[in-house]
């Protein structure tokens, strides 16, 4: 399934566009250091945006040519797992993967996250 629409032909209100933006401008500590390593192609050139906007929801990192979406789950994810799994549910039926690492894996094992991103990342550009 294309996901060319995903970005191109969305309607994206002001409030959700300011939230995005204030969220890039507040990361925690595990997204800072996890877009340190994805951002500016940084990760075998595979191209991430930050809190992207994919129809009403804001995500963490999503790679447009790899259909992947990688989310970072700390403690306010507890409050919210109904939302998680509706997300779970709305993403991929828009064809895309969800990577969900916790930001312990992050701060603790940054080398093994990224190798599973890649990973994941090249599966797409191999078939």
Known sequence: MSNDHILTRQFVSQELKARAKAMRSNM?????????????????????RRQQIIGSYIVDFYCHSANLVVELDGSGHLDQVAYDQKRDVTLPGLGLR???????????DIDKVLEVILEHCQMDNKK
């Open 98 to 108: 969800v990577l969900r690492f916790y930001n312990s894996d992050v701060i603790e």
């Open 28 to 48: 925690t500590p595990a997204e800072s250091k996890l877009w340190y390593h994805l951002r500016r192609n940084n990760l075998a050139n595979f191209h991430f």
